[in-house]
T-cell receptor, first 111, second 115 residues
Framework: GESVGLHLPTLSVQEGDNSIINCAYS??????FIWYKQESGKGPQFIID?????DKRQGQRVTVLLNKTVKHLSLQIAATQPGDSAVYFC??????????FGPGTRLSVLP | GAGVSQSPSNKVTEKGKDVELRCDPI?????LYWYRQSLGQGLEFLIY????????KSGLPSDRFSAERTGGSVSTLTIQRTQQEDSAVYLC?????????????FGEGSRLTVL
């Protein structure tokens, strides 16, 4: 099966700095990866995804990096803003079937 | 709206009672998932429906938990003889399998409190 973990349960950054949130997975057959953002009292919202045939994908202020060799995934947020404060989850799946979620990292943006 | 709808948003029940949680997925989405999220924790997979295929029930924690999906649309998660450890937010998500992204769209969740 798949297990997904994160290196840090909490992360505090200064407003305007860059944030990096990490995720590790166990199943080398996993081929689809998504980062979700969850604000208090809400369901998770899609941020960005990446497939195993890519190493990097960029969105608006966000970049996802995938290192299949060490089974590691990261989310980079540029110029972090107060509205970025939330819990961030990585989700990992095989052929888009059952998604396994990591435990989450709570990002706090300091003024 | 066009999003995933869950009801009730909050449910308080007594230990030993049965509860039903409902999920209306996005129209046309063939895949439907149930997850459980305890306070401050990650998402625990419960069950996955895909079209007319047999559901993946591998995440259901005990035989007190069951789920149905009628007509390939609405799903109901039933918890029988609720226990205090069942208290959590139950999240439903749907996705359009076959689309390029496979992204899961989540509802706001049903918060269950078992007294």
């Amino acid at each position: 099966g798949e297990s997904v973990g994160l290196h840090l349960p909490t992360l505090s950054v200064q407003e305007g700095d860059n944030s990096i949130i990490n995720c590790a997975y166990s199943n080398s057959a996993s081929d689809y990866f998504i980062w979700y953002k969850q604000e208090s009292g809400k369901g998770p919202q899609f941020i960005i995804d990446i497939r195993s045939n890519m190493d990097k994908r960029q969105g608006q202020r966000v970049t996802v990096l995938l290192n299949k060799t060490v089974k590691h995934l990261s989310l980079q947020i540029a110029a972090t803003q107060p509205g970025d404060s939330a819990v961030y989850f990585c989700a990992v799946s095989n052929y888009g079937q059952n998604f396994v979620f990591g435990p989450g990292t709570r990002l706090s943006v300091l003024p | 709206g066009a999003g995933v709808s869950q009801s009730p948003s909050n449910k308080v029940t007594e230990k030993g009672k049965d509860v039903e949680l409902r999920c209306d997925p996005i129209s046309g989405h063939t895949a439907l998932y149930w997850y459980r999220q305890s306070l401050g924790q990650g998402l625990e997979f419960l069950i996955y429906f895909q079209g007319n295929s047999a559901p993946d029930k591998s995440g259901l924690p005990s035989d007190r938990f069951s789920a149905e999906r009628t007509g390939g649309s609405v799903s109901t998660l039933t918890i029988q003889r609720t226990q205090q450890e069942d208290s959590a937010v139950y999240l439903c998500a749907s996705s359009q399998q076959g689309a390029n992204t496979g992204e899961l769209f989540f509802g706001e969740g049903s918060r269950l409190t078992v007294l």
